[in-house]
Structure formats: structure tokens, C-alpha cells
């Protein structure tokens, strides 16, 4: 029906930057919201960024002045900037859409993608 890639992760020293993409693809009517989880060992996902098909955002207050989202809507995809990167942003991090679906009823339903890692680390 739907994927997500994400591609872009990787090791950073402290204070570098990385840029996460998320590709959608499949039998997509049309995306609503997009956004960036993250899941570090031993501890819940949690949202570090989304942002509206309007480009309305929202942050964690973790990465409030580091991060900046963004996205293309006649592309489907969306990009996590990341800068003055820390060691506490390490974790896997997650693309996630809300999708309609063609040939579904309903929606959007949420789709993820696979995960990326992002280690910080001297």
C-alpha cells in the first residue's frame, strides 16, 4: 500500500550535523501530517518533530533551535535538518505519515518507516 524510506542517518561527532529524508510512496490519495520519532535504547519512541501539509510545526522542546523540518507535497517527502547535534540525540530515528490510502476507506491511517540510526559520538 504505503512505504516510507528514510535515508541520511549516521555517526556524528558532537556539535555536527546530519539531514534525515523520508520518501512516501505506493497508493497515496494524499499525506496529511509528517513527522521525525526517535527511540534511544531502553526508552520510549517519542516525536521530536512534525509538521502539517500547511507547514504548521511543532517541536520537542529538546530540539527546539537545532532541528528544522520541512517537506514536499508534490513529492511526498520530508526532511529533518539536524544541527549542534548532542549525544542525547542518539537513537534510531522513525519517518512517520498519516496517509489516504486510495482504494480505502477511511484515513489517513499512519504508516512508519523502517528506522534510521544516529549515533553522536567523539
Known amino acids: 500500500q504505503v512505504q516510507l524510506v528514510e535515508s541520511g542517518g549516521g555517526l556524528v561527532q558532537p556539535g555536527g550535523s546530519l539531514r534525515l529524508s523520508c520518501a512516501a510512496s505506493g497508493s497515496i490519495y494524499s499525506v496529511n501530517n509528517m513527522g521525525w520519532y526517535r527511540q534511544a535504547p531502553g526508552k520510549q519512541r517519542e516525536l521530536v518533530a512534525r509538521?502539517?501539509?500547511?507547514?504548521?510545526?511543532n517541536y520537542a522542546d529538546s530540539v527546539k533551535g537545532r532541528f528544522t523540518i520541512s517537506r514536499d507535497n508534490a513529492a511526498n517527502t520530508v526532511d529533518l535538518q539536524m544541527s549542534s547535534l548532542k549525544p542525547e540525540d542518539t537513537a534510531v530515528y522513525y519517518c512517520?505519515?498519516?496517509?489516504?490510502?486510495?482504494?480505502?476507506?477511511?484515513?489517513?491511517?499512519?504508516?512508519w518507516g523502517q528506522g534510521t540510526q544516529v549515533t553522536v559520538s567523539s
Open positions: 512517520n505519515a498519516d496517509v489516504w490510502v486510495e482504494s480505502m476507506d477511511g484515513g489517513p491511517w499512519p504508516f
Open positions: 509538521i502539517s501539509r500547511v507547514r504548521t510545526t
